[in-house]
């Protein structure tokens, strides 16, 4: 049996969503789910000024935040997380920036990883944030389990190869049917942890 984290960060409920996806494949595929949210920064003034935030951060409150010792535990992680100027929200770089200490003992290698991500335009940044999320893992010495092309429902979801990613409306609601792509990409993702367990390296 393999461990699969899925580590997301969500201010309106897209990537809580992508997130939700992830796990209901992962668990299909055998695997012990662990759903987990990178802690908010942000001021609670900001999200008190803005009513979906406000809503998302209460009706996810029982949901655990991340710990290093999670992503020890795991064998696949998935991230999800909405662009920031193209990049990864401030939110999960601080986490990420928490791992240095399992990232000296080598504990970090060798993880089968992958990423998702949303924006409200098609271009706003989806591609790049999903790379800047990599970056990290190539430090770690994972593997990137991207879905590449290697089934249909890629394009169905906008033929993004690095992961899936989805652009919301300003309504809030997901423009791109992602769901079956989402779960494509955390079945193959468990499915490399599961190789790599069998490795000797």
């Known amino acids: 049996m393999t461990n699969t984290a ?6 309106g409920g897209t990537n809580y969503q992508l997130a939700q996806w992830a796990a209901e494949a992962a668990k299909e595929m055998g695997s012990e789910v662990r759903v987990l949210k990178a802690a908010e920064t942000a001021p609670q003034a900001a999200i008190d000024s803005n009513p979906a935030w406000k809503a998302h ?8 935040e991340v710990k290093p010792e999670d992503l020890e535990w795991a064998d696949a992680i998935i991230f999800s997380v909405p662009t920031r100027f193209g990049n990864m929200p401030g939110q999960m770089k601080n ?15 060798n993880k089968a990883v992958s990423a998702m991500s949303s924006a409200q335009n098609p271009h706003g940044g989806q591609e790049a944030t999903i790379l800047s999320l990599y970056t990290t893992m190539y ?7 991207a879905p590449g092309y290697t089934d249909p429902v890629t394009f169905g979801a906008g033929g993004n190869p690095y992961g899936t990613s989805v652009t919301v409306g300003q309504d809030g609601k997901m423009i791109e049917d992602v769901e079956a792509a989402v779960k494509h990409q955390a079945k193959r993702t468990v499915k490399v942890a599961e190789a790599l367990k069998h490795l000797e390296m």
């Open 95 to 109: 986490f990420l920036d928490t791992t240095g200490g399992l990232w000296a003992k080598g504990k970090l290698a």
């Open 139 to 145: 430090h770690w010495g994972a593997i990137v389990a």
């Open 57 to 64: 951060v209460e009706a996810t409150k029982d949901v655990p």
């Open 6 to 11: 899925i580590v997301y960060y969500s201010s």
